[in-house]
């Protein structure tokens, strides 16, 4: 191979890593593609015919269609108000009756219930596959002051400094977490790690946080790559 063809070749392979670069710092992350026939499949086969949850899955499947190349904002109204309206909220003790489980997505959508931590989840997850990155995301476990018990949100920060914006089941509307006086962060994940209220260090890695893991297991049964 002559010099002009290595550095030819050589140029290629630049040209290839900025692209993939590109991709990376425009997505947050490469997210592999669904597929919602495997996942109902498996999901029948773990949990028994589907019956309305089918409808469910598959509104799920349209909506990350419709929304996939929308701007962020947009994304975060429709994952929000989806999950809203086509989940009723039921404690765990009435839909899994246990004191505290975490269901996927598919789970909450094949029952159609879900609380709080189910709520959560699955926008964390949707906005994840229509690539929104990890980094400005997080599942955070607040304090309800007005119902004095604990609840769980997802918190959305446009960067790294800025005041994040609360995904809640509690009210329809996206809000500044400085309007949401109602709420006392104690803590927040992503799969990456934890944080603390007022820091902006990671302090925690979620690969702790025994229920998170299980969740992804389930995830993967579930056909999830």
Known sequence: MGRREVLRAYLDKVWSVAALLLVLLAGGSLQADWDFSQISKRAEQLY???GD????????????QEQGGAKELAQLRAVNRFFNLRLRFRDDSQTWKVRDYWATPVEALFRGAADCEDYAIAKYFSLRQLGVSSAKLRITYVKALRLNQAHMVLTYYAHPQ???????????????ASQRRDLLPVYSFNAEGLWLPGTGKQV??????????????????????
């Open 162 to 176: 800025a005041m994040p914006l609360v995904l809640d089941n509690l009210i329809d509307a996206i809000e500044p």
């Open 48 to 50: 028994g015919p589907l």
């Open 204 to 225: 925690g890695d979620s690969k702790k946080l025994s229920r998170w893991q299980d969740l992804l297991k389930k995830m993967r049964a579930e056909g999830f790559p």
């Open 53 to 64: 949850g089918r409808g469910r899955i598959n509104d799920w499947q349209r909506l990350l």
